[in-house]
């Protein structure tokens, strides 16, 4: 902070009998004050960093980078690129088809002309938020995108401001959030479709390989649950 003060500015002797005529003096004391707006505005402020928050899908829950994981729901629109679904608990999920995207139908290939608008369907791939880039696509005939399933699993929608219950279903290993190791390929495709078989609704956005052999998906964009669990015969054993 620049510490010029006009009155204090050094000026004639008094010694000396000068006398300065009032308009100089004024000058003077015009002068040192740009002087010191200049210098102050020469000088850097600091400002306080804001603080991390976690990043989260615009219907709420902590997500990942970009990884393997997949979504269950109702198609609401199609187009030349892809198509939008909707979860058990109103999660909307943009869904991009590429050439090298397949199909299937019940357990029969299929093509892309099987996804058609009120269709109950599974999206595997590549998960950002709530954006998949499609590596399979399954179509349930007489589905209901997992309505069902999330109400007998107790999958709660994402509310903003209520926090997560702190419950447990089933099994559940001991597990830290950050441990174990992000898989992909088929061992990801065969985790999520058993845990969005028990426990659909949310959006799956990565895999985890637990020390023990078994793998923890997690679940975004809902309230609860975060976690479901996956034995290494890819049984669904607990969610929390």
């Known amino acids: 902070m620049n510490d010029y003060d006009p009155a204090n500015a050094p000026g004639p002797s008094l010694s000396k009998k000068r006398r300065v005529p ?16 200049t210098a102050f505005a020469g000088t850097s402020v600091a400002s306080t960093p804001a603080a991390d928050t976690p990043s989260a899908t615009p219907t709420g829950g902590p997500a990942a980078g970009p990884a393997a994981g997949g979504a269950t729901g109702i198609v609401t629109s199609t187009s ?9 608990t109103g999660v909307k999920v943009t869904v991009n088809e590429t050439s090298t995207t397949t199909y299937e139908k019940g357990t029969k290939h299929a093509t892309e002309k099987a996804v058609k608008v009120d269709e109950s369907v599974l999206v595997l791939g ?14 349930q005939p007489h589905g209901d995108g997992g309505a069902a399933a999330a109400e007998a699993a107790g999958v709660i929608p994402f509310q903003q401001g209520t926090p997560s219950p702190d419950k447990s279903v089933g099994r559940i290993p001991d597990y830290t959030e950050g441990e174990g ?10 985790a999520v479709k058993a845990a969005q078989a028990v426990v659909p609704g949310g959006v799956n956005d990565r895999v985890v390989l637990l020390s023990d052999g078994e793998y923890e998906v997690h679940n975004i964009s809902v309230n609860w649950p975060h976690h479901v669990f996956v034995n290494k015969d890819f049984k669904v054993v607990g969610w929390n």
């Open 181 to 190: 190791t992000i898989v992909s390929g088929t061992v990801a495709d065969k």
């Open 126 to 139: 590549t998960v950002d938020s709530a954006t998949i880039e499609a590596t399979q696509v399954t179509v």
């Open 80 to 88: 030349t690129s892809g198509f939008t679904l909707t979860t058990a």
């Open 22 to 37: 009032i308009a100089a003096g004024i000058a003077v004391a015009l002068t040192g004050i740009a002087l010191a707006v």
